[in-house]
């Protein structure tokens, strides 16, 4: 099913797919290896890539493990909702430290069914069965940071 890409209030073209997955990779990240999310994301329609802050690289065995749980979640068919939500109400379910200064006092959470709560403005599929295969194009390792070069092939 071709997805429509949606225009953001920056002119920038997002794909909900990945944008989606982007949310799934970043819990799984926060549950595998206890790091902050993603600390600089670039998500684009045919690869994404994510920066981790993590001790070590991550081994041949973690990144099976990292692809096999987001495929996982992937699978499960979850439900991606939105609420909106005051900072304190949000500050129970989410991590607001990478809020810009100046945001909204309404936050909108997006949810991707029980496994991860984000407070984010992007596009997103409704259900996780609308994204598609997770795979590591590339990664590397450097000063504390892993890099990762991923994407997702469309969901038939």
């Not at 949606?6 to 944008?19: D, L, Q, S, T």
Request: include cysteine; proline fraction near 4%; charged fraction near 30%.
């Amino acid at each position: 099913m071709e997805e429509t890409p949606v225009i953001n209030a920056h002119n920038k073209e997002e794909y909900p797919p990945m944008h989606t997955c982007e949310h799934i990779l970043n819990a799984t990240m926060v549950r595998l290896f206890g790091c902050p999310r993603s600390r600089n994301a670039h998500i684009e329609r045919k690869k994404s890539k994510c920066d981790y802050l993590l001790e070590a690289a991550p081994t041949p065995e973690q990144i099976d493990e990292i692809v096999r749980t987001v495929n996982d979640v992937i699978g499960r068919h979850l439900a991606v909702t939105i609420s909106y939500m005051s900072h304190e109400e949000a500050s129970k379910y989410v991590d607001l430290s990478k809020l810009p200064e100046h945001v909204s006092e309404t936050l909108r959470i997006v949810r991707v069914g029980d496994y991860d709560a984000c407070a984010c403005a992007g596009a997103h599929v409704k259900n996780t069965s609308e994204i598609g295969r997770f795979e590591i194009l590339s990664h590397d390792f450097a000063d504390g940071r892993w890099r990762v070069r991923w994407r997702v092939n469309e969901a038939k």
